[in-house]
Structures are given as C-alpha cells and as structure tokens.
C-alpha cells in the first residue's frame, strides 16, 4: 500500500455509524425455521415415540417448547443458550453410560450439532412468546378460512380524516386515518435535495450526481418529482436494485453450499433474467409463472423459449446435499426446499412445516405437503443424483448452434467407425499373417504394414481433433417435466415409512380459489402457478405488496415478510395492505406502477424530522409520523462508494466466476480464490455459500441459503472500523482525492482550503453544500494535517501532502451516518 493518513484524523471531524436498532425478529424468524427444517424432523423421527403425546417416558415430553423447558423427572432438557447445561444435549452425546438417547443407537454427528446450534442460538421455536394456541384435531375449513391472510383483499372506501389538505394519494388516507386515531400528527415534507437522494438511491441504489441534485433543486415546475421518478425507473440500474431484492427471496447463489460447494456455473442466467424482468415491468403475474413453469408456457420465439428455461432456475437454485448416499432421501429433501421456498416466498406460508407431521398452528395438513411433493416428484429437477450428484440443465442453443452439434457429432462418429474399420480390417489381416490358432499381440499395431500404421494414426489425429474441437451448448440451470406421479404420506416426514397416496393438488385450505384441475400429463407446475396468480388468491398479491412496501419504508406493513400465518405479524394497517395488493392486481400487477404510487404519495415524501412527543406516543414509528431512517444495504454501501469516487463500472450481466460449471471453489487447501476486485456493481460478484464476501458478510447480507424477505441491521464495530482501515476505502478515497484536485478546478495559496472544491465534495458524497461550520472544520483540519510529518512522504512535496489531506478529508465524509443512512 502506498503512503498513508492516520485512521485516527477521521474523528477530528466525523461521528461514526449511529447505532440502529437490531431487529431481533428477523434472528427468532430465522432460528424458527432452522428448528422447522433441521430440529422438528429429528425429534419426531427419534423422540416423539416415547416422549410425545402418547407417552412420556421419564415425565418427559419433547413436543413442545413448554415441556422441553421444564424438562422430565430430572431436570430442563433444554435451556435456551446452554448446550453444556441441556440434558438433551448430553443424553444425545452419549455422555453418560446411564443416560443414552436415543436407545437404539448414536444419532449422527450432524443431526448432533443440528441439535447443539440450535439450543445454542436460543432455542427458538413455533410456540416461544406466542399466545396462539396450537391446533388440534379436524380443521373447520369455514373457520379457518376467515383468518385476516386467508380472505381475498378488498378494496376498503377511504377512510375520513381530518386533515383534507395533506393526502395527495389514496393510500395517504388511510396512513394519515391511523394517525389521527393515535393522536399524532405526520412530518413535514422533506426538503429537495433530501428527496432527490431518497429516490435515487431508493429506485438505483446508487446515490445522485451533483447536476441531478442541482438540476432537480432548481426545477420549480409542478411535475419536477414526477419527471424525477419516471426517469428512475427507466434506468437500466433500476432493475439491478430491485432485482437484487427478489434474489434474495429466490436465494440466488453462485455456488451450491453444503457438502459440495461446487459452482452454479449458469446461475448468472438466471439473475440477469431478474434483472431484466424488472426493468421491463414484468407483470408479476407473468413473472411467477414463467418461474415455476416457463418450460411449459408457449414461446413466441427462440430467445423466449430462452428466457423462459432460465426462469426455471428459481426452482433449481437451492443448496443440496450432493453426496447423500441415500438417494430418495436426497430427492425429498430437494423437494422439500422447493416447497418451503414456495409458500414462504410467494404465500408467506410456512409450508415446509408440515413434512413431517400436520402445521401446529395454521391449517395446513401433511396431505397438503405430498400432494404439492408430488408435483415436484413429477419435476426433473436433478440430471443424475450418484454422488456427486448432477442438478438438471436444460439447453438454450440457438437452432442453428445444435445444427452446427449435431453435425459436429455426426463427424465425430464418421472418424471414430474409420478408426474402428480401420483397426478391424488390420486385426484380420495380421491374424492371416500368423495363422488361424495364433493370438494378436499385445500391441498388433506394431505389427501393422508402414501404411496402415500411417492411415490409423492420421485417421485417430483426426477424431481426437474433431473429440477437442467439439462446441460446448449452452445450458441454463433449470427444470422440466419427468414421470407424472402422486406421492404418498410420508409417516413422520421418513420415505421409509409411506401412508396413503395423495392425489396432486393445492392446500385444501385454499382450493376454493381460482381452478384446481391438474393436467394427468404434466406434473402441475403450470396449474399450481396460474393458481397463485389468480386475482382472487389472498395471499399471492398481499405477500408482494408488502415486499415493496418494506423495501420502501424498511418495514413491512406485515413485519413478518415471509409469514403471514398465526405466528407471523399482524398487519400495523390492514386496510391499507389491502389497497396495495388488489390495486396491484387492478393496475395489471406492473411493479413500476405500484412504485409510482408508494413514491408520489404524501407519505412517502415526509422528511424524517424528529418530533419529540411523536415519538413518546410511537417511539418505534409503527405509524409512520415521519419517514423512517434506514441505513444501506451492503451492495449499496459499496456501489455509493465506487460511485463518488467514479471507479463504478456500470456494465451489465455475465459471469465473473474464475471457476467452472460445477467446479471446486476450494481445493485441498480451503483456499477460496474468488476475487472480489471488481469495481463493477455488487449485485454482480459471486455469492458463494458458505464463505461469503467480508464486506457482504460486515453489512447484513442476506443468507443465499435459504429464502430472505427481509434484511437486519447491526450496528458493530468492524463497520465503522471497514470504513477506516479497508482496501476499498483506500482505493475510492485515492480517487476522489484525485478528481477534487485535477478537475478544472485552479489551485491556491499552498495548504489553504479551496471553498469550490469543498463544495464539489459535498456535492458529489452528501448531494448539498457544507455549512459554514463544516466549511471551517474542514479548514482546520487540512491545515494540520498539512503540519504534521507524514509516514511515507516526500516532507517537502506539499502537492503528495495536500493529495493525502483531501484523500482523509473524503474518508471523514464517506464515514459519516449521512453518507450511509437514507434520510
């Protein structure tokens, strides 16, 4: 590294990240769902025999989180954050002769440490702080389906307020109608500048230039924010920014994680499919639906046909365990993720629940699982599953591309029956030679005549050219449609132990809704999502309305993103998710126009003032009196950097894996040597499962294994120390430094502040001029840097002091809350 400032000058001028409130519900969501998929199932498969409903043997029961709190005749067998001091722990370690569980043998180290890491983490479960008792017995269907998410939305009359003047959108009324039932009053409007930064970076992810700020400062016309929002969403990086969310909900990666973090080679089709998608205004309707059965939609063209065996890959992302020896198994478990993606990600329904046993608090049966299984089972979404196993990819060659194959194929076997006659006819000839009863030699081409020898190896140089030289079609990771068939119940979630067979169709608790009949000769992809994008499913456009909304406003209107059953959130406006999701439906479910909607309304455009007896009566903003103050996610922290600095390369799509398709990440060594030096944006650096990019890991990435409607926000010290100390920032403050003293802009007296270059700098990091203060902060400190001694300078270069003192002063900028935090 080159010659250096100390990290230490920063605080001279800048506080550090504020804190933010950590969300703890997003951890207990999380942890809910790691016992669902890793926890639940070993307990029913090992424990609930003797210590369930039926029967407790030693007072102990282990189907609830109630019971394995208290624990049996001798003490808790769980306490939350100690595994040393659970019994289950020690019972299932085989850590006291006396005390062995289960009897019959050792579960496996990793059912083991499944066991371990989730008492560690807490020991979250369905039933920990939730008033709602777990059902029981047969479903009322009447009953059930009255639940709030179970009820098709409806279009509420807007609500009367008080204040006629302030909703300048439908969806103001019922905002402000929550208020005024509170008592509060919403904020003021934001200023100008402040609102040009929050769209932009909201709808880009990337921070405004300094002549869009002052272009939209100075733009008094009544439309001004209306021309600003429509050319926001016509860029290119809108479909980057927002196609980065919906990556998160498909649990897009690079590599596939587990127990071989082998390359998704193909997987950058797939995320330039979203990206695309988005800025296309894909109806989400149409975008659900080529996801889950683009192999079976009709294509216009051959680029459609494409584009819709991409879509596919939605379904074929998951991480799997490619060594299972136990193949059934291996499917199942595949199939299992696939409908645990599904409902949480497109239903907010915890699907995946019911593999082993009927949901415990919402109506959802084990029939409904297998009967969804079995539209899976009926899908090919595996190539081969001998280890290592072989996820399926279908091909995407042009017609003339597998023409040029087929042909090139054909040559192949045209130079290989050479080779072979050749070989054959010489074999003869030489059995001639020797006599009927000789054997060949052990290499009877020795033996062959001058020309033969010259003729074979001409004729093998020739396949073994045409062999290397054969064109490599290009694949898409994806599905398609195998052997239609039913599944039958799995007794406790065991392909060992089968029930009766459950005809495909969708959950009982919603069959009412749109048509149910599936095709006997394709597997029910197509139908299952043409009943999803119903316009009378309640859950399908409620769950993506709420998306929007919370990456909007950093909350959802449902808290719980990815569950709107029994145990997820309660809606803080319900009318007002409502109007969202049937005026997506009404606006042709266009996700542009449900932005447009959210962004030109008065709430949207509050500042985000703080008022101090607003925030006695709702210190958690649950109704929105002012716009709430969120910090960047990780891709837009580092693309704002790469952008002030003018290091961001704005190219668009392809691969940057250095590995091939279905290649190692890491060889004997674990030395992962994925580079991440790019200074293209972050939504194009690979995700690799299991070891993923510090800074991504630094700022509350989400979790590429499993579905993830929603982000944290930590506040930790290696932040603010990342923005001090890290290569990055020494790269992009280099550069800033550099542009503020070499472009057009004339220098003065040695060492004393220019004020336009000031100005510049604020301009192009915070999008406003510094004040007065600021200014002579600003002054103070280039003026000592410049006299203290500098490690690694020429003393008596004042220009190399003067790069290094801007090169901190941009670093004091980049390190602020204002830089980092929408406002």
């Not at 199942?332 to 593999?355: A, F, K, P, V, W």
């Not at 396949?463 to 195998?482: H, R, Y």
């Not at 008596?796 to 004091?812: E, G, H, I, Y």
Request: hydrophobic letters at 35%.
């Amino acid at each position: 590294m080159s010659a250096s400032f100390k990290p230490i000058a920063i605080l001279l001028l800048a506080g550090l990240l504020l804190p933010a409130p950590l969300q703890a519900d997003d951890g207990d969501q999380q942890g809910v769902r790691f016992f669902e998929s890793r926890v639940r199932p070993l307990l029913v498969k090992h424990c609930y025999e003797c210590h369930g409903e039926k029967k407790q043997e030693s007072d102990l029961r282990v189907d609830s989180l109630q019971e394995l709190l208290r624990g049996g005749a001798t003490a808790p067998a769980v306490v939350p954050g100690r595994p040393d001091e659970s019994l289950l722990i020690h019972a299932v370690g085989y850590e006291d002769q006396e005390l062995q569980m289960p009897p019959d043998g050792r579960l496996s180290d990793r059912e083991i440490a499944d066991l371990t890491e989730w008492v560690e983490q807490g020991a979250h479960h369905p039933d920990e702080g939730s008033a709602v008792e777990p059902r029981r017995g047969d479903i009322d269907w009447d009953l059930a389906r009255r639940f709030w998410s179970f009820q098709p939305p409806q279009a509420a009359p807007l609500p009367a307020v008080r204040n006629h003047r302030w909703p300048s959108s439908s969806m103001d009324f019922f905002v402000l109608q929550a208020l005024e039932h509170q008592g509060l009053k919403p904020a003021p409007p934001a200023d100008r500048r402040t609102l040009v930064r929050r769209a932009t970076l909201d709808l880009t992810g990337l921070p405004p230039g300094p002549e869009e700020v002052e272009a939209f400062v100075a733009d008094n016309s009544p439309d001004a924010y209306h021309r600003l929002i429509e050319r926001l969403l016509a860029s290119p990086q809108y479909g980057e920014r927002w196609g980065r969310f919906w990556l998160d909900v498909a649990r897009y990666s690079d590599s596939n994680g587990l127990d071989e973090n082998i390359a998704h080679g193909n997987a950058w089709r797939y995320r330039d499919y979203v990206i695309a998608a988005f800025n296309s205004d894909k109806p989400y309707d149409r975008f659900l639906q080529e996801q889950l059965a683009g192999d079976l939609l009709e294509a216009s063209d051959h680029a459609n046909r494409v584009e819709l065996n991409i879509a596919t890959g939605f379904l074929s992302l998951g991480p799997k365990v490619l060594a299972e020896q136990d193949v059934v198994k291996m499917e199942m478990d595949i199939i299992d993720e696939q409908i645990d993606t599904i409902g949480r990600s497109l239903m907010g329904l915890t699907l995946g629940c019911t593999r082993c046993h009927d949901h415990k608090f919402d109506p959802l049966t084990t029939r409904d699982y297998y009967a969804l299984a079995g539209i899976f089972k009926s899908t090919r979404t595996m190539e081969s599953f001998k280890t290592i196993a072989r996820w399926n990819e279908n091909s995407i060659a042009a017609p003339d591309e597998q023409g040029r194959f087929d042909q090139h194929q054909q040559q192949i076997e045209a130079a290989r029956k050479a080779v072979e006659e050749t070989t054959t006819a010489a074999n003869e000839q030489l059995r001639k030679q020797l006599g009927p009863d000789a054997e060949l030699p052990e290499k009877p081409e020795e033996k062959y005549p001058e020309e033969t020898r010259e003729k074979l190896a001409a004729q093998q140089a020739a396949l073994k050219q045409l062999e290397e030289s054969l064109p490599t079609l290009p694949t898409a990771m994806g599905v398609k449609d195998q052997e239609v068939t039913d599944l039958a119940v799995h007794v406790r979630g065991s392909h060992l132990s089968l029930g009766e067979i459950v005809p495909r169709r969708v959950p009982e608790l919603l069959s009412h809704v749109g048509s149910t009949q599936f095709d006997r000769q394709q597997s029910g992809r197509l139908e299952l999502a043409r009943w999803l994008t119903d316009p009378g499913h309640p859950l399908t456009s409620r769950v993506m309305a709420n998306r929007i909304w919370r990456w909007h406003f950093g909350r959802g209107i449902v808290r719980s993103t990815d569950n709107f059953g029994k145990l997820g959130a309660a809606p803080t406006h319900p009318d007002l998710l409502d109007h969202l999701a049937t005026g997506l439906v009404e606006r042709g479910w266009s996700i542009k126009q449900l932005h447009r909607w959210i962004m030109l309304s008065s709430t949207y455009r509050m500042s985000s003032r703080f008022d101090g007896r607003s925030a006695r009566l709702d210190p958690a903003n649950e109704w929105l009196w002012r716009f709430p103050l969120r910090r960047l996610e990780a891709e837009a922290v580092r693309d704002s950097l790469l952008a002030v600095s003018g290091l961001l390369d704005l190219g668009m799509g392809g691969s940057m894996l250095h590995v091939g398709n279905r290649e190692f990440f890491f060889d004997h060594t674990s030395i992962d040597k994925t580079k991440y030096d790019s200074t293209r944006r972050s939504v194009y650096l690979p995700v690799v499962r299991n070891h993923l990019f510090d800074l991504f890991s630094l700022f509350d990435y989400a979790d590429a294994s499993m579905i993830n409607g929603n982000r944290s926000t930590s506040t930790i010290a290696p932040q603010a120390l990342f923005m001090m100390n890290s290569d990055l920032i020494q790269q992009v403050t280099q550069a800033l430094a550099e542009s503020l003293l070499t472009e057009g802009l004339a220098d003065g007296p040695p060492g004393q502040l220019r004020q336009d270059r000031l100005d510049q700098l604020y301009l192009v990091t915070l999008g406003r001029l510094p004040r007065l203060e600021e200014s002579k902060q600003a002054e103070q400190f280039l003026a000592r840097f410049l006299e203290q001694p500098v490690t690694g300078t020429d003393q008596d270069d004042l220009k190399q002091k003067q790069q290094l003192a801007w090169q901190a002063l941009c670093q004091v900028l980049l390190a602020t809350n204002e830089f980092v935090y929408v406002r």
